[in-house]
């Protein structure tokens, strides 16, 4: 006979659903009304079709925050990975000192934004700030506020600073789930370090690398408060990423419409690539 | 209540469609339980699987229209429907 299968734990997801309904959907829902109307007011919208997006996708100032955003995020990837690897590779394996490694590498993450962004204000300035002052004293003409470059190079060390110790710490725990097996075979053939690392670390460490690489590019996609209270978008407009450009243009100056049509895009691309992560991570699941 | 949401009617439906897919494929997955296959994806894919790249796809072909002609999206709709159906026959 066939069993008869019992879906009523269904119901269980109801509260879930409910919850991400009112989280997600509903606001989703809102904002694709908003992005095909001219909102004035309360009870003044006007229907507008897709104008707002075919403005949004020409839209110059948009298109520079995209690309900055996508510079930057490629930057941060291009850093933070291999140099978390190479901490995690550095950090002591067991005992007091690799406990007391952990806490030091952990504590930037424990420090919350809008604080990151003052502490790398201060540090980073001429006058009373130790790191630029420190490098002015070495004869390099260093101010974030002033010149495109060094703003850029500060936002993105504030940036490495804060969030390699994540990568580092997934990448730590990556390695002390290898088996000591594998070490003891490779010693056994006389592998060497670099062998080692390419053929028993870097293949292990494939699943965390894809977590890594894909909370890395969305935590650094959806950037605001630190680059925000660090250079406040400037100088010009050089450091203004996505989020900031959004926030400007919706509540700034309340151009609902068009800050609905450019954040359906945001969605888009982010959803993408969530979308061709989640596929690589579950593909590197069934390998395993 | 739902006044701030500030309804139009395009959305409605939009929004109606899409709820209206999700409910066929959920009575069609019901009714004949599909497995994982392989068509001219590089991925395995389930119906669902396909389904979700081919409203994905879809937005960037609406997308792509209106950045790159003047064409009525109409146009852009009709692709979009053609390359789902092709996806979730033979993807």
Redesign the interface.
Known sequence: MDKIPNNRAWWLVLPVFLLVAFSALIPLMTVVNYSVQDIFGPGQAYFVGTEWFKEVLTDERLQDSLLRQFLFSSAVLLIQIPLGIGVALMMPKSGIKGSLCLILVAIPLLIPWNVVGTIWQIFARGDIGLFGWGINQLGVDYNYTGSTVDAWLTVLLMDVWHWTPLVALLCYSGLRAIPEAFYQAAEIDRASKWAVFRYIQLPRLKSVLIIAVLLRFMDSFMIYTEPFVLTGGGPGSSTTFLSQTLTTMAIGQFDLGRAAAFSLIYFLIVLLISWLFFTAITHADKEQ | MI??????P??AI??AVIAGILAVMTVYEIVSPCTERKGFLP?ETTRGDRL?IGL?SA??IH?AF??VSDVT?WVALAVSVVWALVLLRWG
Do not use: C, D, E
């Not at chain 2, 006044?3 to 139009?8: A, C, D, E, Q």
């Open positions: 006044s701030w949401m500030n309804w139009t395009s959305v939009f929004f991925i979700f994905l937005a960037y997308l209106l950045a999206l």
